[in-house]
């Protein structure tokens, strides 16, 4: 897929992925969740009135309700983002007890996977930052492989390797000395 974005504009798109790459390399952790629950206000404005008029026809509901319902998406994304993490560890938990310890009772397997549903959930900006981290340094150096190649010079996977490595460690690293303390 991105092969075909790249090709759109050779030029644009990678310098835009490696830009877009860096950004979520190293400040990842704080703008997604910032960014969702933008997301989540501007659809609740933009779409509530349409929902709504589906079920009243008040004009003081259809006026002040889609910002009523903004709100009310923001909270919820807000909760729905925190929860996710302690559903993924509970999960993983559960399935990996399960699987290499197939002797444990059902009880003790339930209560190790609520133990890893809440590290997951204690560790979540550690998580969230190696996740960004990651992805921001695959979009980075897709764009910066794919740069380096508009100005006709070739290179190998592994130095694609090498740019998502530094990239990721990097921002690994600054992501977590800024998130310290921060819950």
């Known amino acids: 897929m991105i092969g075909e974005l790249v090709m759109f504009h050779p030029f ?37 009135g349409s929902v709504l008029v589906n079920v009243t026809d008040n004009p003081d509901v259809l006026r002040f309700g889609p910002y009523v319902l903004a709100v009310l998406l923001a909270v919820a994304v807000s909760f729905i983002y925190r929860i996710a993490f302690f559903l993924a560890g509970l999960f993983i938990g559960y399935f990996l007890c399960s699987s290499f310890f197939p002797e ?28 960004t981290s990651v992805t921001g340094a695959g979009l980075a150096a897709t764009g910066i492989v794919n ?31 800024r998130n310290k303390g921060r819950k």
């Not at 950004?23 to 989540?40: D, E, N």
């Not at 809440?118 to 560790?123: G, K, P």
Request: with cysteine; net charge positive; charged share 5%.
């Open 12 to 48: 644009a798109v990678p310098a835009f992925l490696t830009v877009f790459g860096i950004i979520l390399a190293l400040w990842g952790s704080r703008i997604v969740p910032f960014a969702l629950v933008l997301f989540a206000l501007i659809l609740g404005v933009v779409q509530g």
């Open 104 to 131: 444990l009772s059902s009880v003790l397997v339930w209560v190790l996977a609520l133990v890893a549903g809440a590290l997951v959930y204690v560790s979540r900006n550690f998580v969230f930052s190696v996740l």
């Open 147 to 177: 740069l380096i190649a508009w100005i006709n010079v070739t290179c190998s996977v592994a130095i694609y390797w090498v740019i998502v490595a530094v990239i990721a460690i990097s921002g690994v690293i600054y992501q977590t000395k």
